[in-house]
DNA sequence: TTTTTTTACGCAATCGTTCCCGTAGAAAGT
DNA sequence: ACTTTCTACGGGAACGATTGCGTAAAAAAA
């Protein structure tokens, strides 16, 4: 089974006219009498042709593609993203073309073959909690391939990168935190390799340290997988509730990590923010009708979107390669909500 | 700035071979001498040599890449039945492109033009709330691309189609709302157009029928736009709570529906389910963790993309036209939290 | 009338790959 | 020694569209 569109022969056959002149009749060029115009405009619309965009792109040697790799879809910062992507994208007649990580390296590669494979144009990605070695992409962009990186961006590329202040949100929720009378604020965070994990954790660590709370190392958690693996949040949060003195806040520099530290507290009877404060880095706009209603730090994702693809476009378009990158750095919000409203 | 492959002419002139023969030792062919292959395959290897996709799309006039469209990918619902498809697609070597329709009509149309202008093999579809004229789709599937309807189907069109069994699933909704003592039951819905609309709201009738109670019309309010305009809600809602005689519960037939309903009651300041119960579909996976804990009917998401996925890729590569299409009807889960539980 | 210019088209190469043919040269059969 | 059969490879068309170049015929200039 199989859908045959029209060709641009079959309208040179029918009017008995020559490839040329039918692909010229369509471009409107100058060398073609209006009469043929007319004729070919006509057929063409009457067989309803379109210019088949495979062999555009085979002459062309531009897909007028754009590859886009994120952990997950289903995660709400990043199907933000992907929104404020594909406005720009179409707008400019790109395709964009989605694939997902799932936070594994391996599945990053494959997909970054796949990708480059299908000869994209560009590429915009945030990498996956397991990568460490950026060699295939360092060797990517090496050969010419444009790419931004956004959200998770790895500093030994050089290129144009879209992020937020990731340290001062970072360290604006952790002095609401302490605002609020928390004391004992542990901190879950996703691999410590990742950028904004080091900068979020960074901005905590310093609004401890301004207010005069030593950083209690033990405190600080690590979730391999992101939380993507559910069991990895909880074995953390035992440990941290396990202590002799309990932490009576957490601060959670992902949003599964958020949501899924609230799942396990709620599981074990805690009331938040009754028994313990909770606030961390989220996109979902739910989390307002959560019980309790979530503290989040937000990030302008839809905006970080568009930027990267503004950049991307840039790259693509350049006709002289580029050697002057900029990092975008967007501000992120602090929405204060119940769950870190202490009862005193 | 243009990112160059390494292409089957280079191995060609490197090695001092034609093209054809580079191309038969790649593909292992027996006219081919071992020396020679073996010559070939490793120089393509430290080349790292890859088949441009876009040649041989052009040649096999086949892209390897399905179309999906759907309303949103940010809905639970949906990103879970890309998931699906996306599994069963990148195991069989296909590629996903993911468009959005945003509930609009005109948007659906250009996404169709554009995603079969990209010589799609296949298209995954669930209709946007607007369509009604689906001529487009039609002329389509009769020109010979393959087409697989899931969620939103359209009667219409004879292909395979995968669903679930909304009429049981909306009756077993409103039934454990009557046994849970509500009687004055309201329902918000998408368009009545929509194939599921049409079903849930049917099975709503029935138990409300089974149960004795009479189908009040005037409870039944419908959101042109699927919630995606956040103020229709609000005008239905509205409209049911200035009445008389007040719903003490509400049915809704979708996931944007049922998080709007709630975020709006909330807003309004009414206790659910203490003023008024809530029950709908949704995928969200979070809804448990809302205040209060939403009770909810679950479409098997993911298995309902692989299915449709399975179904697209079968139609694709039938070498003969098919004629005996499947609808595939999935049971949905009921979970039932605190959202309906009446404190009486 | 002859030459030049313009108009309006066709031919053929190109993009990267596959595949149907054709064919040297070696091996095998007579 | 001569014919036949393999073996191993090359030539070239094809997929659909664009585009530089060449060119008849018509129009304009000489």
Redesign the pocket.
Known sequence: MKF?????????KAL????????????D?????????KLVLEYAEKIN????P???S????RSRTIGVIVCEIANSFFSQVINGIESIAYNNGYNVIIAQSRESFDREMLNLQYLTSRSIDGLIISVSTETTDISYLKDLNKKGMPIVFFDRIVSDIDTHKVIVDNYTGAYNATSHLIKSGYRNIAAISNPEMLSISKERLAGYRKALADNGIEVDESLLKYCKHGGMINDEVNTVLRELLSRKNKPDAIFTTADKLTTGCLRILKENGLSVPGDIGLLGFSNNDLTELFDPALSVIKQPAFEMGEIATGYLLQLIESKHPVTDFETKVLPTELFIRNSTRRKD
Chains 1, 2 share one sequence.
Do not use: C, F, M, Q
């Not at 490839?19 to 471009?27: D, K, P």
């Not at 042709?49 to 088949?52: A, V």
């Open positions: 045959e569109a029209a060709t641009i022969k079959d309208i040179a008995g006219l020559s490839t040329s002149t039918v692909s010229r009749a369509l471009r060029s100058y060398e073609i009498s209006p009469e043929t115009k042709y379109h210019p088949n495979i062999a555009l085979l002459k062309e040697r």
